[in-house]
């Protein structure tokens, strides 16, 4: 039981002659538990690369009953593929390319500031909250109806917490004043899509530019036909469905245990 504990950590421990990491990591997410995809290199064959759910059960005895395994090169893939239909979107229509952009960010920066709203008023709330507790805790401790020791104890808990939310308040305040001047920001996103219609590859730079964060989610349906679906999340537009783009190609790749699976990247529509 030791040993494979250690060999476990061992397997673990960096390894330098892996190479260079994917552009992808830190980008992609479990689409059921949310947590970060961890990359791997294959121990057998060092060409293949690929993500597993960080929270995984079978590998990290995590929570995540699903590997959420996929190809670094399968993500790259349909990635580019993703892309070239936006850049293709645009190129088509510019105008209505911006219009979709600046819908879908107002969208999204309407339900960031809405829900940055409730947190604050939450923690605004809860702020009086402890004051008052704070308060009573004095009389109660000048009375002698609590003894110094409690209220040493308890002054200290509530110390803390407002220091917290002191701090939360601040960042939540800041934020909001921050966002009305986010409006514009979409149009650095078409100058990156530009960009990436000059290039051959994709860049790190560039993926930052243009992604948030890709969902990848378990794999579906057996043998033949074979599912995977990987949201992509764009910066200050989030997910966009591209009604004028052209239709998406499909990808099929070969997984690592010999069997195919197509790539979705729509929302689940069924
Ligand atoms: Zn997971």
Wanted: hydrophobic share 35%; with cysteine.
């Amino acid at each position: 039981m030791v040993q494979k504990r250690i060999a476990k950590t061992k397997r673990r421990a960096p390894k330098p002659d892996n190479g260079a990491k994917s552009i992808f990591c830190d980008l992609l997410f479990c689409g059921d538990c949310h947590k970060k995809l961890r990359y791997h290199t294959n121990t057998i064959n060092k060409d293949i690369h690929y993500f597993v759910c960080a929270n995984n059960a079978v590998d990290y005895r995590g929570s995540c009953p699903g590997r959420h395994y996929i190809r670094a090169d399968a993500v790259e893939h349909v990635v580019t593929l993703e892309l070239r239909r936006m850049a293709e979107m645009l190129r088509r229509d510019e105008g209505a390319f911006a219009e979709l952009l600046a819908q879908k960010s107002n969208k999204e920066l309407l339900k960031d500031q809405k829900r940055c709203e409730a947190e604050l008023q939450k923690a605004i709330a809860r702020n009086e909250t402890v004051a008052n507790l704070c308060e009573k805790l004095y009389e109660d401790n000048a009375t002698g109806k609590v003894s110094d020791e409690w209220f040493m104890q308890l002054s200290h808990k509530y110390e803390t917490e407002r220091m917290e939310l002191k701090s939360k308040i601040a960042a939540l305040q800041k934020k909001l004043a921050e966002s009305g001047q986010q409006k514009q920001e979409w149009e650095g996103f078409i100058e990156a899509v530009r960009q990436f219609m000059r290039m051959e590859h994709l860049t790190a730079p560039l993926l930052r530019e243009l992604i948030d964060h890709i969902d990848v989610f378990e794999t579906e349906g057996k043998s033949k036909s074979r599912t995977q679906r990987i949201l992509i999340y764009y910066r200050f537009v989030g997910y966009i469905e591209m009604p004028a783009a052209p239709p998406r190609e499909s990808y099929r790749a070969d997984t690592r245990k010999g069997v195919a699976v197509s790539y979705l990247t729509d929302r689940q529509t069924a």
